[in-house]
Nanobody, 125 residues
C-alpha cells in the first residue's frame, strides 16, 4: 500500500524557517513525480513545488520562488521542503503527493494520485 506521511509543521514567526519532511512507504519516491501543495480554509490546493523522477532543481510557484527549496533523500525515501523567510501568507496545511513517473513535473493537483494527510504550518508573531 502506497503511503505518505508529512511532518515538521509548526508555529513560526515571520522571517523564520521550517523544514517539512514527507516519508514514503510501499513505493520508491525517486520512481515518481513528487510535489508539495498547500491549502487554506475555503480555497483549493495550491501547487507549491514539484520534483520530477530525474530530480534536478525543482519547479516552484512564483509566491515561494527564492524562499522554498524541494529536495529528496533517496536512501531515506523522503522528500523535503525547506521554507525560509516565511510570511503570514504561507500559513496553510501542507501536503506532499506522488504522481506517475515522468521526466517533468507538474504543480497541478490532478496529476497526483497519492497524498499524505497534511501538516499545519502557521506563520504568526
Amino acid at each position: 500500500q502506497w503511503q505518505l506521511v508529512e511532518s515538521g509543521g509548526d508555529l513560526v514567526q515571520p522571517g523564520g524557517s521550517l523544514r517539512l519532511s514527507c516519508a514514503a512507504s510501499g513505493f520508491r519516491l525517486d520512481y515518481n513525480v513528487v510535489g508539495w501543495f498547500r491549502q487554506v480554509p475555503g480555497k483549493g490546493r495550491e501547487g507549491v513545488s514539484c520534483l520530477s523522477m530525474t530530480g534536478g532543481s525543482g519547479n516552484y510557484a512564483d509566491s515561494v520562488k527564492g524562499r522554498f527549496t524541494i529536495s529528496r533523500d533517496i536512501a531515506k525515501n523522503t522528500i523535503y521542503l525547506q521554507m525560509n523567510n516565511l510570511k503570514p501568507e504561507d500559513t496553510a496545511v501542507y501536503y506532499c503527493a506522488a504522481g506517475a513517473p515522468t521526466s517533468y513535473c507538474s504543480r497541478s493537483e490532478s496529476d497526483y494520485q497519492t497524498w499524505g494527510p497534511g501538516t499545519q504550518v502557521t506563520v504568526s508573531s
